[in-house]
């Protein structure tokens, strides 16, 4: 029973470089959603999906794209990295909009 | 949009103690209030969690209240043990998105042995 797998775990990037961050959920949730995390700091939303082909925009949208194309994965795309986007990134998934949502251990992103 | 403001950054007790971390919020429309411990090294998991048309909600050692006049919330830890270590989040959402939720900047809570 693995949960919520992401993939990788640490990422080192120079800036301008562009990579995809796997977020993979094997409970059948709809809801999955990718967080950043920085020193200090709460969570703040970056992208979420309410279903296989959706998603929308969070809270912190600027600089990275998402796909929902298949209802277990999420991934999570940064086309050009910046040093500002040097963070903790972390996937959740929930069954539906109203229920606990689960988290992965999260991916620790530097870019030099 | 929503404002979690969470109290204190950092605390400390003695094993057997209790703890207590508060919240407020700022968005009247916000309706879900879930709380998440995280350990080092590890992504946020929920320990508790409240909605709008409660007052508290207990279990076993953890116990959340909710004063929705006032737009605060805070968490109760009784009997605190040297496992409870960790950072504590409080999250605010409108509950039919629950993950879209507002966190606040967490609370490092230590227990000494």
């Known amino acids: 029973n693995a949960g919520v797998t992401q993939t990788p775990k640490f990422r080192v990037l120079k800036t301008g470089q562009s990579m995809t961050l796997l977020c993979a959920q094997d409970?059948?949730?709809?809801?999955m959603y990718w967080y950043r995390q920085d020193p200090g700091m709460g969570l703040r939303l970056i992208h979420y999906s309410v279903g296989e082909g959706t998603t929308a925009k969070g809270e912190v949208p600027d600089g990275y794209n998402v796909s929902r194309l298949k209802k277990q994965n999420f991934l999570l795309g940064l086309e050009s990295a910046a040093p500002s986007q040097t963070s903790v990134y972390f996937c959740a998934s929930s069954l539906t909009g109203r229920t606990e949502a689960f988290f992965g251990q999260g991916t620790r992103l530097t870019v030099v | 949009g929503e404002n979690v403001e969470q109290h204190p950054s950092t605390l400390s007790v003695q094993e057997g103690d209790s703890a207590v971390i508060k919240c407020t919020y700022s968005?009247?429309?916000?309706?879900?209030f879930p709380w998440y411990k995280q350990e080092l090294g590890k992504g946020p998991q929920l320990i508790i969690d409240?909605?709008?048309?409660?007052g508290e909600k207990k279990d076993q050692r953890i116990a959340v209240t909710l004063n929705k006049t006032a737009k605060h919330f805070s968490l109760h830890i009784t009997e605190t043990q040297p496992e409870d270590s960790a950072v504590y989040f409080c999250a605010a959402s409108r509950g039919t998105n629950a993950g879209k939720s507002t966190f606040g900047d967490g609370t490092t809570l230590t227990v000494k042995p």
């Open positions: 409240i909605r709008s048309n409660v």
């Open positions: 968005d009247s429309a916000s309706n879900y």
């Open positions: 409970m059948n949730h709809e809801y």
